[in-house]
């Protein structure tokens, strides 16, 4: 007879999201409002669209129920090229309508004290009545040059002494009511897991066809993937 050889090869990309790092505290340890007992913070890079880079800061506390209490913050601290970087949502300008801001702390050298500098505003900040605090900041504004020339955090960047803190503003004194654990963490970028395009399966046969009994080598090694940095490295044959 006269057989003809066929068969089916699938090749697939896989990838794992770069998890949160979290610091924690214990629940219940902030004997004052449960708005300000924290009990976590973390950092992560999920992508937003290409060559996007962004970090989104969550934060959460027993809960914001039935809103966020006045004259409060809610911080997450790192640092980063030197400067003692935070974001946080406060509510001490406008109780209803809380605010999500970054800057840094340094020693006023007038006063002696570690001074809140506010740059600016976050690119977004959100809260829920569960306790969740989400603040998102482009990594561009991780740069105003405070400690010498130094360029955005980015893939491979170190961000050290990640940790939160609540505090009440007391006349002009922040006053610390909670705070977690600190914590490192290493950028693997917001690109890192970008949605794939799919790799292209090519399986060619020689020979295609012959006397039977046949013997009929398959290879599939013209198969590829499109996405930079990707390859093929295995295959599997149903037949």
């Not at 300000?36 to 959460?60: C, H, Y």
């Not at 340094?106 to 989400?134: H, K, Q, R, Y």
């Not at 890192?192 to 090694?221: D, E, H, I, K, R």
């Amino acid at each position: 007879s006269n057989n003809t050889a066929s068969a089916v090869t699938q090749i697939f990309d896989a990838c794992v999201l770069p998890g949160a790092v979290t610091a924690t505290d214990p629940a219940g340890d902030q004997t004052g409002s449960s708005q300000q007992d924290i009990t976590s913070v973390a950092i992560a890079e999920p992508f937003f669209a290409p060559n996007t880079a962004k970090l989104v800061f969550t934060q959460k506390v027993q809960n914001l129920s039935p809103s966020p209490q006045p004259n409060s913050h809610w911080y997450e601290h790192f640092s980063y090229g030197g400067v003692s970087w935070f974001v946080d949502m406060e509510t001490t300008t406008n109780p209803l309508v809380p605010t999500f801001t970054y800057g840094f702390f340094a020693v006023d050298p007038d006063t002696g004290f570690n001074t809140e500098n506010v740059l600016g505003t976050a690119d977004d900040g959100t809260f829920t009545a569960d306790g969740t605090i989400t603040i998102t900041l482009s990594n561009s504004k991780l740069d105003p040059d405070l400690a010498g020339p130094k360029p955005p955090p980015s893939a491979g960047s170190l961000i050290s002494g990640i940790h939160g803190e609540t505090r009440n503003l007391v006349g002009v004194l922040l006053v610390l009511a909670d705070s977690t654990s600190g914590s490192g963490y290493t950028l693997a970028g917001n690109d890192f897991c970008a949605p794939n395009t799919p790799p292209t399966a090519s399986l060619s046969a020689s020979p295609t066809s012959g006397q039977a009994p046949l013997t009929v080598n398959f290879n599939a090694s013209a198969s590829s993937d499109p996405d930079a940095g990707d390859s093929v490295v295995s295959y599997t044959f149903r037949f």
